[in-house]
């Protein structure tokens, strides 16, 4: 079965950077959309950003210019680099992946997600 397993979460000072990553079993990374998502306490789960199969991106307007959806196909993993955090983005952050063409926000269309992973950051 079709596996995502997320890592590099963690607790970060407000300024300081992380990297995610993903790695995909049994999914072909680079041949779908795949995307980041993330959910506060007490909030609804939101998109922040998303990558196509030529590797084209779209983000969120709240993480505009900071963080970076990225993909390696040799190592099929996805990567969330993510720079002058914010308390704001304290979460936890699901990687999400889907065979269609087409890349959406709308958490529905993915048909695989792993279990998640925290990001904390402090001011």
């Known amino acids: 079965q079709i596996q995502l397993v997320e890592s590099g979460g963690g607790s970060a000072q407000s300024g300081g950077s992380l990297r995610l990553s993903c790695a995909a079993s049994?999914?072909?990374?680079?041949?779908?959309?795949m995307a980041w998502f993330r959910q506060a306490p007490g909030k609804e789960r939101e998109g922040v950003a998303i990558?196509?199969?030529?590797?084209?991106?779209n983000y969120a307007e709240a993480v505009k210019g900071r963080f970076t959806i990225s993909q390696n196909n040799a190592r099929n993993t996805l990567y969330l680099q993510m720079d002058s955090l914010k308390p704001d983005d304290t979460a936890m952050y699901y990687c999400a992946a889907t065979g269609g063409a087409w890349c959406s926000f709308y958490e529905n269309y993915y048909e695989y997600w792993g279990q998640g992973t925290q990001v904390t950051v402090s001011s």
């Open positions: 049994r999914y072909t990374v680079g041949t779908g959309c």
């Open positions: 990558i196509d199969r030529t590797g084209r991106t």
